[in-house]
């Protein structure tokens, strides 16, 4: 199972610049993350995007931002888990890194999820 994690709250403009022991414990955790197969991806939003459309045979792309994408999320994580109360105790030994806030957990459904892929005939 995959879960994407995000901080509901996260306000980027309002965030301190970590501290040099808190970028330090982070790399230690994910290093141990990425050891144990819990941690797929992390990453980021930047605060504009793309948005591609087809309508009648014809694709436009239109720059954004369409939302206010630091309001959606400032960080995430994709995470593989066996279940929700794995996800939920990696992201316990997160929160208590970074500290006060919110971590939601939302699993994330993929190729894997829907059966084995068919030949195409």
Known sequence: MQFLVYDPNFNPEAATPPTQ???TEMGKFMGEAIQAGALVA?????????????????????DGPFIELKELMGGWAV???K???EAIEWCKRFRKIVGDGESEIVQVFGPEDVGPARPAA
Do not use: N, W, Y
Request: charged content about 25%.
């Open 21 to 23: 022991e808190l970028i």
């Open 42 to 62: 992390t990453g980021a939003l930047q605060p504009k995007g793309t948005r591609l459309k087809l309508s009648g045979g014809k694709f436009t792309v239109t």
């Open 83 to 85: 279940s929700l109360d």
């Open 79 to 81: 995470i593989r888990a």
